[in-house]
């Protein structure tokens, strides 16, 4: 079992930057893929990053590209996602999760809210 906690999410400026933590609990993250989902309200939820578990490979959306970066700290059990120049479009409920082959773990999400 995975325990998944995300923090950082804030109202922020467009244009902003904003920083996302998932911290785990119960195992070590690096036998896991870690990803990065989002919700914006009344849409389905949405892939933004990944961060394979067993090599530097890393993808992202296109709508995220060049603008978030996704990176993990084995040895702190924890996963960051950096976003920079943000947009009001990015305003969503952002959710970390783990996984193997599917994404098993899940946490409770942090909202974003990005104002023009």
């Known amino acids: 079992q995975v325990l998944l906690v995300e923090s950082g999410g804030a109202l922020v400026q467009a244009g902003g930057s904003l920083r996302l933590s998932c911290a785990a609990s119960?195992?070590?993250?690096?036998?896991?893929?870690m990803g990065w989902f989002r919700q914006a309200p009344g849409k389905e939820r949405e892939f933004v990053a990944a961060?394979?578990?067993?090599?530097?490979?890393?993808t992202y959306a296109d709508s995220v590209k060049g603008r978030f970066t996704v990176s993990r700290d084995n040895a702190k059990n924890t996963v960051y996602l950096q976003m920079n120049s943000l947009k009001p479009e990015d305003t969503a409920v952002y959710y970390c999760?783990?996984?193997?082959?599917?994404?098993?773990?899940w946490g409770q999400g942090t909202q974003v809210t990005v104002s023009t």
């Open positions: 999760a783990a996984g193997i082959n599917l994404y098993d773990y």
């Open positions: 119960g195992r070590t993250i690096s036998g896991y893929n």
């Open positions: 961060a394979r578990r067993s090599v530097s490979i890393t």
